[in-house]
């Protein structure tokens, strides 16, 4: 299982920083996990299966 970085994340959706938080905040997005006081990553294959959803979608 790899773990991504906010930047690792911006980088493969190709979405803002801000975007991504906010689709956090609506519950539009994979949860992150804690991995330390300041650190949060995301599962690869969550967002992966995230932007296929998308891409059915449109």
Known sequence: ?????IR?????T???R??????IQDRNFP???KIGPRRVVW???EILEW????????
């Not at 299982?1 to 970085?5: F, G, I, V």
């Not at 690792?8 to 493969?12: K, R």
């Not at 932007?51 to 449109?58: D, G, I, N, P, V």
Request: charged content about 25%; cysteine-free.
């Open 18 to 23: 801000s975007t991504i938080y906010k689709y």
């Open 51 to 58: 932007l296929t959803k998308l891409e059915t979608l449109s």
């Open 43 to 45: 599962k690869e294959h």
């Open 8 to 12: 690792d994340v911006i980088n493969l």
């Open 14 to 16: 190709t979405l803002s």
């Open 1 to 5: 299982m790899k773990l991504l970085t």
């Open 31 to 33: 949860e992150s996990l």
